[in-house]
């Protein structure tokens, strides 16, 4: 069922690239013209070679993989400067497979229809205030553990798939998984109104998609909230609810915590997940938990050397369940452009499936230990 195609993608980090900027003179010795909305295009091109030591039931696995270290995207930034310290943005983002240039899958419900801009499309306001943000948008959830995930959440071999497969669950249908299909993997909420603000060294995410049923407010809807302390350490913390869209009652709640410590070159993260599934009557059905810790190494000024370990299970039914070592090296050829090489040694247990795996494309094999190794190249632009 979870092909290299079909996987579900993580968090984005901050792109930089300068499109449009105009200044208009109206001649010599006047001021500058006032400033000039800006338009960015951004992107990332990501692509490399995976091969694992076992695949279901068959043997060796070797493939081209896209979106091993980051998701391949593309999409249109901009803003607009309207005077008294406020400002008009908006996002654009789309996701693609590099290996054979098609659209990412989704994680919407059935009869969502085409998803052109799968990780972004929404329209805000921002001021000394903070910002909203209205439409279809990176929930605070996971944005909230970037510093504090062993791996920041990497496209390959992390903990965004017990994050987001966990959620999947709620859009996947039939029973026993209750529905809410206001969102995308818990990472990507539709119809929803974010606020976003730092106070010093706080950072506060909290949004609310609106489940659009006629007569309830509950029915549908996503409430999630996230918050990071930068300072000496890094402290995160996140809460997520969904409700579901016949009933009203909670079909997944999520909740995590982590830290980070520098110490020299080093960075020391431990961070814990949780995600609860539900059927539609409100009754658990998983109860799914991700302890995780990891070591940052920048033993050179172009490479980082990370060392991670997971241990996911759920409580609920402990043959489903994966314990997993990655080693990974960074080596950054420019700002823009760096080289990974990744691996993985999983011991899935006999039931492991795509709830407890840090393999993109699900469980490699169940009831085995499968070692797997990814190299690639990733862009950013």
Known sequence: MFTKHTRLSASALPLRTTVIALALGLGAGLAAAADEPSVQIYGIVDIGVLTQSKSGTSGRLTQVATSGYRQSVWGFR???????????????????????????????????????????????????????????????????????????????????????????????????????????????????IQYRNAFGPVQVGLAYALGEAAGSLKKNSVLAAGVTYTGPVVLSFSYQNMKDGTTGEPVVKHIGFGGAVPVGDFTLKANYLNVKNADPSGAEVSDVDGLSFGVDYDWSPKNKLTVAYYDNEDKRNRSDAARSLVISNDYSLSKRTLLYVQGAYVDAKAGATIKTTIVAAGVPAQDARTTLLNVGINHNF
């Open 78 to 192: 901009g803003k607009e400067d309207l005077g008294n310290g406020l400002k008009v943005f908006f996002n654009l983002e789309t996701h693609f497979d590099v290996d054979t240039g098609e659209f990412h899958g989704t994680g919407d419900a059935a009869g969502s229809g085409p998803i052109l801009f799968r990780r972004q499309a929404n329209l805000g306001l921002s001021g000394d205030w903070g910002q909203v943000a209205f439409g279809r948008q990176y929930g605070p959830a996971l944005l909230a553990h970037l510093a504090t995930e062993p791996r920041a959440f990497k496209e390959q071999f992390s903990n965004i798939y017990l994050f987001a497969y966990n959620q999947y669950a709620a859009t996947l249908g039939p029973a026993p998984a209750g529905i809410n299909a206001n969102n995308d993997v818990g990472i990507f909420l539709k119809n929803a």
